[in-house]
């Protein structure tokens, strides 16, 4: 079965023939270029992606309109910067595929030293810890690496288009009683500055969108019968 993989992009144009060039069999590339200013979207075409474009900025906006240009059964999301090994995808796609999880989530194990700084790796620990408690998943990560079934995604109403997007997708698949998994993969060196913790202002604005999300989502009561229930792997 082919799976489509969605590839948010702002100028990843030196990423992304690493990226493309290791995209696995049966997973099919859809870069959403996220109005670049380099050569991302005819670098991606030459190299046989579908280029979509989403004119509207935020990462949201991006991952959601290559969510709506998909066409296959199932989507896998990563992020264009070649800080994920796209021959780790059918890690994630797997248990999708295989009907054993309805969301899956990549958990990042870092190779080398700076692959993830160390002001991002606590505060991934923090909200993961938060998303546990929260959700009764076992996660220790909001991998962006991640795979669930398209039809399914988009019956979620998922309206964050900002660094609030993963999140909401985790917190409404869990209301919606998924199967929330999650399977390691490596974490290697981005290439070029990061979108989130390379700027101060983007780790601001990633920051502000999650707690933003996570107060909108909040269920009344943990205990409140109207609550769906949870089903976990």
Not at 6 to 34: F, K, Q, S, T, Y
Not at 56 to 63: D, H, I, P, Q
Not at 104 to 126: I, M
Request: net charge positive.
């Amino acid at each position: 079965m082919t799976v489509d993989v969605i590839l948010p992009c702002l100028n990843e144009e030196a990423a992304l023939a690493w990226v493309l060039g290791r995209m696995p069999d049966g997973h099919r590339p859809i870069v959403v270029d996220n109005g670049s200013t380099d050569r991302s979207a005819a670098v991606a075409e030459s190299l046989g992606a579908r280029v979509v474009h989403e004119p509207v900025r935020g990462f949201g906006a991006a991952c959601h309109a290559g969510l709506r240009a998909a066409t296959a059964e199932v989507v896998c999301f990563m992020d264009a910067d070649a800080s994920l090994d796209p021959r780790q995808l059918p890690r994630v796609s797997a248990a999708v595929l295989g009907g054993h999880g309805d969301l899956v989530l990549g958990r990042r194990l870092p190779r080398t030293a700076g692959a993830w700084p160390w002001h991002a790796r606590l505060g991934n620990a923090v909200l993961a810890g938060v998303l546990r408690r929260r959700t009764g998943a076992p996660l220790r990560d909001l991998g962006p690496m991640r795979a669930a079934r398209r039809a399914a995604l988009l019956e979620l109403g998922l309206t964050d288009r900002r660094f609030g997007y993963p999140l909401e997708m985790v917190l409404r698949a869990d209301a919606a009683g998924w199967r929330i998994a999650e399977v390691e993969v490596d974490y290697l060196p981005r290439t070029g500055r990061s979108k989130v913790t390379g700027t101060l202002r983007g780790t601001l604005r990633a920051v502000s969108d999650m707690r933003r999300v996570m107060a909108e989502l909040r269920p009344a009561s943990s205990s409140d019968s109207s609550y769906p229930g949870r089903r976990r792997e």
